[in-house]
């Protein structure tokens, strides 16, 4: 796509914790759904939500089994938003913070995830069309 | 002069911060910047007439764009007939459009 915008994301949440993820996965949605190239850089807590270990559960209080829990995952929703920025024509390049992730041990991401630093998200920043920081409160 | 894309997430119900990022996007649409605020999230709940949103109708006024996310109403039962004057439902892919054009974002 010729006319192809580049945005880069900043996103610091964990799964499971705040509106702001949801909010994220949909901008990030959006943007990929344009064809446009998208950045994203998880730092603290949000490396956690490409973690490949994350598992679906059953819901015993209700009685329900892990089919009928049918638990949403985020590393799902990232492989997803992944697969939809290739369809449309652009792209989606997610990199966690590498110490973020040693020190939450969540070093095993799913597939097309990269580890990185700061100077990661500095040369996405400089080669975007804009950016979003969305700040844990 | 600048143009502006301001994202509140908060309420000024439970977050007394929320006034200041009203009075910033009112200050910056003085100055004759392009402003606009997309309310988000729980953004949203002073959008509903009479629930504090004199703030919201002040901001219109001074010329700022007040955009309340339409994903965000109906989670919250919010009709778009229910909102302040002012104050439009839209789609978050505004967001992502305005951010292409280069606005200078700012989320809080």
Known sequence: ?137 | MAKYLLIESRDPFTSADVDAHWQLATSLAREGDTVTLFLVQNGVLPARLRARSHGLAELAGAGVEVLADEFSLRERGIAPTALVAGVRPAPIDVVVDLLAEGRKAFWH
């Open chain 1, 1 to 137: 796509m010729a006319d192809a915008k580049t945005l880069t994301f900043l996103l610091m949440d964990p799964p499971y914790e705040d509106a702001r993820s949801t909010t994220a996965f949909r901008l990030l949605d959006a943007a990929a759904r344009r064809g446009w190239h998208v950045n994203v850089f998880a730092y603290e807590g949000a490396v956690a939500l490409p973690f490949a270990k994350q598992a679906p559960h059953a819901n015993a209080v209700h009685g329900r089994s892990v089919e009928e829990e049918n638990h949403p995952l985020p590393r799902e929703w990232v492989r997803a938003l992944m697969e939809t920025a290739r369809a449309y024509g652009g792209s989606l390049d997610w990199v966690n913070c590498g110490l973020c992730v040693d020190e939450r041990g969540a070093g095993e991401a799913i597939e097309g995830v990269r580890r990185g630093s700061p100077a990661d998200f500095w040369k996405m920043v400089e080669g975007a069309d804009n950016t979003l920081v969305i700040p844990t409160r």
